[in-house]
Nanobody
Framework: QLQLVEPGGGLVQPGGSLRLSCAASGFTLDYYAIGWFRQAPGKEREGLSCISSSGGSTNYASSVKGRVTTSRDNAKNTVYLQMDSLKPEDTAVYYC???????????????WGQGTQVTVSS
C-alpha cells in the first residue's frame, strides 16, 4: 500500500480559500490517478474530484464544481486541491487517495491518506 500525506487543513472563514496538498512518501505519484474525498460527521465519504496520472484529465462532483480545482506537480510528487468560496457545509475531513485510474467511488482507490480536518466557520 502506498503512503500518502496530506498537510494543509485548518480553520477558514466562510468565503475563504484553502489549498490542500497530497504528497507521496517512498514512491512516485507519476503513475497514479489521485482522487479527493471528504467525510462530514454522520455522513458517507463523498468523492469530490479526480486527476489522471498525467494531469490531462480532471473531473469534479457537482457539489463542488466551479469552487475546487485539482492539479498536480509530478516534479514535486504532490497533488493539490484548491478550494475557494468555502461554505460551512464544506466542513469535513478531507482525504486523498491513489490508484491507477480515476473513480468516483471509494472502492476505486486502494491507497489512502490519513485525512486532514477542514473547518469553515466564522
Amino acid at each position: 500500500q502506498l503512503q500518502l500525506v496530506e498537510p494543509g487543513g485548518g480553520l477558514v472563514q466562510p468565503g475563504g480559500s484553502l489549498r490542500l496538498s497530497c504528497a507521496a512518501s517512498g514512491f512516485t505519484l507519476d503513475y497514479y490517478a489521485i482522487g479527493w474525498f471528504r467525510q462530514a460527521p454522520g455522513k458517507e465519504r463523498e468523492g469530490l474530484s479526480c486527476i489522471s496520472s498525467s494531469g490531462g484529465s480532471t473531473n469534479y462532483a457537482s457539489s463542488v464544481k466551479g469552487r475546487v480545482t485539482t492539479s498536480r506537480d509530478n516534479a514535486k510528487n504532490t497533488v493539490y486541491l484548491q478550494m475557494d468560496s468555502l461554505k460551512p457545509e464544506d466542513t469535513a475531513v478531507y482525504y486523498c487517495a491513489a490508484d491507477r485510474y480515476c473513480s468516483r467511488y471509494v472502492a476505486g482507490f486502494r491507497s489512502w491518506g490519513q485525512g486532514t480536518q477542514v473547518t469553515v466557520s466564522s
